[in-house]
């Protein structure tokens, strides 16, 4: 766990706008503004609301990833599902929970499964 100096909304909107990581995370991995692309598709699935949360569809938003499906839910009061499905098969699930510890502070959780194995192709 890593306890974040930072907001727990601005953390929450920050997961939801996938725009920001070619810029906030540049130089970290693949992440750069020159690799990035303007998203396609982004929209809502389905209802919003308190009890239930709400669930984005976009695809990428890189030029590494630009062919991806996402699938974005939020769960309140604190946890981000993300799914990337690629064209190969190929998924990546990261689940994210936000727990505020104080003002402005909070402890993020990032369970990241790469899911090699609940997305090939078994023949």
């Known amino acids: 766990m890593t306890e974040v100096p930072v907001g727990y909304t601005v953390s929450i909107e920050s997961t939801f706008d996938p725009s920001h990581a070619e810029f906030l995370h540049e130089g970290i991995g693949v992440f750069?503004?020159?690799t990035a692309i303007p998203m396609e598709y982004f929209e809502s699935v389905g209802e919003i609301s308190a009890q239930e949360g709400f669930t984005f569809k976009h695809h990428g938003y890189n030029l590494f990833n630009k062919d991806m499906e996402v699938i974005r839910k939020f769960t309140p009061?604190?946890?981000?599902?993300?799914?990337y499905s690629y064209p190969n098969g190929k998924t990546n699930i990261f689940q994210l929970y936000f727990v505020p510890t104080q003002p402005l502070v909070f402890i993020s959780t990032i369970i990241a499964v790469l899911s090699y194995f609940l997305s090939r192709n078994v023949e």
């Open 77 to 83: 009061p604190c946890s981000n599902t993300t799914i």
């Open 32 to 34: 750069s503004p020159k």
